[in-house]
């Protein structure tokens, strides 16, 4: 697992890079949704919840989530109005790598 979580992080990198390259959200605020799972006591909140504390705008958060998504960094769950968002073992490994200065 050790050499795998380098390659998910640079992957991950140069995914945010094309993404801002398309004028797509921004990796800061990419980067802030994974933060904000990986600091809640189980790594998951309501997606209503997470979007106010991003402080991100629909189309920018919606897209944000998207991404995390495609990329195997979040899971999304529950029913309609319900649903959860949840940081997987990938999207906390590049949080915490993304940390490590």
Known sequence: MGTSRPANFLAFLNEIRQQQEGGAASGRDIFSLLYLLADSARQALPVGVLMGASKMGFNEYSDALKRLQAGGFIVLSGAH?????????????????????
Request: hydrophobic share 30%; charged share 30%; net charge negative.
């Open 81 to 101: 109005g319900e649903e959860e968002v949840r940081l997987t073992e990938q999207g906390a490994n590049v949080a915490s790598t993304a940390r490590t200065p």
